[in-house]
């Protein structure tokens, strides 16, 4: 599926705390059979990538799927669809920008994903001119919940994805497992 994203516009970033920061922690996460589809949707795609790595799976959480939704419904509303600044989150954060079509929470994560090919473990380093950041984040070892969040940005013919990670990850020195 991912594939299919390759014709678009798309745009990936990800924003995560520096070493030392507050970590804020969530005990209001969710069973992931009473989710709903899109949300069961990115917390497996999430999962299924995390546990190619032998990194524990993430919770779902109400909280920060509340957090994106406000920011991303916000960044259509307000903001013609760009990117959030993530720069005062608590949270690490990921996202994604596509031009063209709908895509879906599975989609998303996969496009994430496909930057492992550029990330190496074993020094825990990128490619050089390539970027790694928004995969590390999807299997930070650390992080325990997730909540995502999508809007359809009619005007711009356009989605826009973010998604929250507690803890967050990506911190300077770390490796993400």
Same mark, same amino acid.
């Given at each position: ?59 779902? #959480?109400?909280? !920060?799927?509340? %957090?994106?939704?406000?920011? *991303?419904?916000? @960044?259509?509303?307000?903001?013609? +669809? ?60 650390? #992080?325990?919940? !997730?909540?995502? %969040?999508?809007?359809?940005? *009619?005007?711009? @013919?356009?989605?826009?994805?973010? +998604? ?14």
């Amino acid at each position: 599926m991912a594939c299919a994203l390759l014709p678009l516009l798309v745009l990936a970033t990800y924003y995560s705390l520096a070493q030392g920061a507050a970590i804020a922690q969530n005990p209001g996460s969710t069973v992931p059979g009473a989710l709903p589809s899109a949300a069961r949707e990115f917390l497996e795609a999430h999962n299924q990538a995390r546990s190619a790595v032998g990194v524990p799976p993430l919770n779902w #959480s109400e909280m !920060l799927a509340n %957090a994106t939704s406000k920011l *991303v419904r916000y @960044q259509r509303n307000q903001k013609s +669809c760009q990117f959030a600044n993530l720069n005062n989150s608590k949270y690490g954060g990921n996202q994604l920008w596509a031009s063209g079509m709908l895509v879906t929470p599975r989609m998303v994560v996969d496009y994430w994903v496909q930057e492992r090919n550029f990330y190496n473990h074993t020094d825990n380093s990128c490619v050089p001119n390539h970027s790694c950041g928004v995969y590390t984040q999807v299997v930070w070892r650390k #992080s325990l919940e !997730l909540g995502c %969040a999508q809007a359809t940005c *009619v005007k711009e @013919q356009a989605s826009l994805t973010i +998604c929250f990670y507690n803890p967050p990850g990506n911190i300077i020195g770390e490796s993400p497992y």
